[in-house]
C-alpha cells in the first residue's frame, strides 16, 4: 500500500503541514539558548575597556607618586612575577585564607543550624553574637596580638573571627525560614530530627548558607589583609605595606589589584557551587 496522498489536494495538504512542522523546527532552532548572557557579557566588556581607557589616559597626567597607570602597573606585575615575589606573597596569603575560611565555614554553618533551629540555643547565644557581630573586630587587634603574639595563629584567628559571622547569621535565617509546611510532612512521616535536618532543613536553608558564604569571602580577604599589617607583616598585605614606604605607586597597585582579582575570583566560584547544588534557587527567581 502507498505511503503518498491519494489526491493532489491531499497531497498539497502533506506538504504544506511538512513546511509548516519544520518552520516550527527552524524557529526552534533560532530561538536556542538566551541571548541575554552574550549581551551581558558584550556590555561588560566594553565596560571594562572603557574604565580601563579613562584610566590610563587620566594616569598619565597625574603625578606618579599619587596615582599609577594599567602599563606602568602591568609592567611592574611583570617583574615581580619574574622574580617571585608576586607568587610567593599570593601563595602566603592564599594558605592563610583557605584555612581561616574553610573554619570559619564550619563553625558558621555548625552554629547557625543549632541556633536556627533550637531555640535555646538561641536564647543563650544571640546576645553574643549580636554583640560581636557590633564590635568593629579591627578594634581587638592588639589585644589578639596580646594572646597570639604576631605569628600565623593571630593571623589565622583574625580572619575567622572576621569571616565566620556572615554565615552563622545567613545559615540561622535559613533555618528559621525554612517553610512550616514543609517540616510539617516531615512530621506526618514520623521522620527523625536527623531525618528532618538531611532531608528538608539543610535543602531548604543551602540558598541561604551560600550567600552566607559568598559573604564571608570578601569578610575574609579584609580580615586577611588587615591581619598582614598589623601582626605578621607577610603575604600580599606586606607588599601593599613595603611598596607604599617605597612610595612606588605602580608596583603597590599590583597585591592591591591581585586582591581584587581574588575576590572576584572567588564569589564567581561560590557562585558556580551555589549553582550546581541548589539549581532550583535560580529557577524561583525566574
Known amino acids: 500500500m502507498s505511503e503518498h496522498p491519494a489526491n493532489p ?10 513546511g509548516g512542522a519544520q518552520a516550527a523546527a527552524d524557529d526552534i532552532e533560532e530561538l536556542g539558548p538566551p541571548r541575554g548572557n552574550r549581551r551581558n557579557a558584550v556590555i561588560r566588556l566594553v565596560a571594562v575597556i572603557v574604565v580601563v581607557a579613562g584610566w590610563e589616559v ?34 602566603d596569603s592564599l594558605s592563610t585564607l583557605l584555612l581561616a575560611f574553610f573554619i570559619a565555614s564550619v563553625i558558621g554553618i555548625g552554629l ?24 568593629p573586630l579591627v578594634a581587638i587587634i592588639p589585644l589578639v596580638v596580646l594572646w597570639l603574639g604576631l605569628g600565623f595563629s593571630a593571623k589565622l584567628f583574625i580572619v575567622v573571627i572576621l569571616a565566620v559571622f556572615p554565615v552563622l547569621i545567613n545559615t540561622s535565617a535559613g533555618v528559621r525560614n525554612v517553610p512550616q509546611p514543609l517540616l510539617d510532612v516531615g ?27 559568598r559573604l564571608g569571602v570578601g569578610r575574609a580577604i579584609i580580615g586577611m589583609v588587615v591581619a598582614e599589617f598589623f601582626t605578621a607583616i607577610t603575604g600580599l598585605g606586606a607588599l601593599i605595606v613595603k611598596y607604599g614606604n617605597q612610595y612606588d605607586t605602580a608596583s603597590m597597585f599590583v597585591p592591591i589589584l591581585t586582591l581584587m582579582l581574588l575576590g572576584v575570583t572567588l564569589t564567581a566560584l561560590m557562585r558556580r557551587i551555589e549553582a550546581s547544588i541548589a539549581p532550583w534557587k535560580d529557577l524561583q527567581g525566574d
Open 58 to 91: 587620566f594616569g598619565r597626567q597625574i603625578e606618579p607618586l599619587f596615582m599609577s597607570y594599567p602599563t606602568a602597573i602591568g609592567t611592574a606585575a611583570v617583574e615581580m612575577i619574574r622574580s617571585g615575589e608576586l607568587p610567593a606573597a599570593l601563595l
Open 187 to 213: 512530621f506526618a512521616f514520623d521522620a527523625t530530627e536527623r531525618q528532618l535536618f538531611i532531608k528538608f532543613i539543610l535543602p531548604a536553608s543551602l540558598p541561604y548558607m551560600m550567600t552566607g558564604l
Open 112 to 135: 547557625g543550624l543549632l541556633i536556627g533551629r533550637y531555640r535555646s540555643v538561641e536564647a543563650a547565644t544571640d546576645w553574643l553574637v549580636n554583640a560581636l557581630y557590633a564590635t
Open 9 to 18: 489536494r491531499d497531497a498539497a495538504s502533506h506538504a504544506d503541514a511538512i
